[in-house]
Each structure stands twice: as structure tokens, then as C-alpha cells.
Nanobody
Framework: QVQLVESGGGLVQAGGSLRLACAAS????????MGWFRQAPGKEREFVAA????????YYADSVKGRFTISGDNVKNTVYLQMNSLKPEDTAVYYC?????????????????WGQGTQVTVSS
């Protein structure tokens, strides 16, 4: 059974930073792609960033490029999302997800495993 557990969400003022973590267990993720998605109230789930497990490839949504950084720690089986220069429009529940390949990394329907989500709220 694969488990993904997110942490690090919270309330922050605009311009501030947060770091989300996603701890993975139950499988060796050496060939997996890990992604971050978010969903704001009344909106569809949208892609944020993805990383191949070895870290050789990363992919970002245009809306977060230059502000967010995705990284991974293979020893801890944990993926991070460093979020800087946060904006009120970044407010959402952030989800971690995993899949066994990097193709279509921005499409949430291609991911097999999901975490429970962590709330990020950015105040203006």
C-alpha cells in the first residue's frame, strides 16, 4: 500500500514563504514521478510542479515558475515544494501525487497515488 503524507501548510502573508513536504512510504520510488497539485474552492485541481524521482527532470506550471521549487530527498523518500513570493491566488489545498513515469506529468488523471492534502492560505 502506497502512502503519501503532506505537511507544511499554513497561513502566510503575501510575499512570504512556505515549504511543503510529502513523505512517501510503501514502495521504492526510484522510478516514480512525484507531483504537486492544488485545488482552490470552486476550481478544478491544477498542476503545480513535478519531479522525476532521481531529480533529473522538473516541470512547473507557468503560474509558479520562478517562485516555487520542487526537490526530492531519496534517502528520506520525501519530496518538497519550496514556495516563495506567495500570492493570495496561491491559496488552495495542495496535494502530493505519485506515478511510475514522467510522461504527461502535468495531468492529474495520470497519477496513481494521492495524499490527503494540506491547506495553504495566503492573506493579502
Amino acid at each position: 500500500q502506497v502512502q503519501l503524507v503532506e505537511s507544511g501548510g499554513g497561513l502566510v502573508q503575501a510575499g512570504g514563504s512556505l515549504r511543503l513536504a510529502c513523505a512517501a512510504s510503501g514502495r521504492t520510488f526510484t522510478r516514480y514521478t512525484m507531483g504537486w497539485f492544488r485545488q482552490a474552492p470552486g476550481k478544478e485541481r491544477e498542476f503545480v510542479a513535478a519531479i522525476s524521482w532521481r531529480g533529473s527532470s522538473t516541470y512547473y506550471a507557468d503560474s509558479v515558475k520562478g517562485r516555487f521549487t520542487i526537490s526530492g530527498d531519496n534517502v528520506k523518500n520525501t519530496v518538497y515544494l519550496q514556495m516563495n513570493s506567495l500570492k493570495p491566488e496561491d491559496t488552495a489545498v495542495y496535494y502530493c501525487a505519485a506515478k511510475p513515469n514522467f510522461g504527461d506529468a502535468n495531468l492529474y488523471a495520470t497519477y496513481d497515488y494521492w495524499g490527503q492534502g494540506t491547506q495553504v492560505t495566503v492573506s493579502s
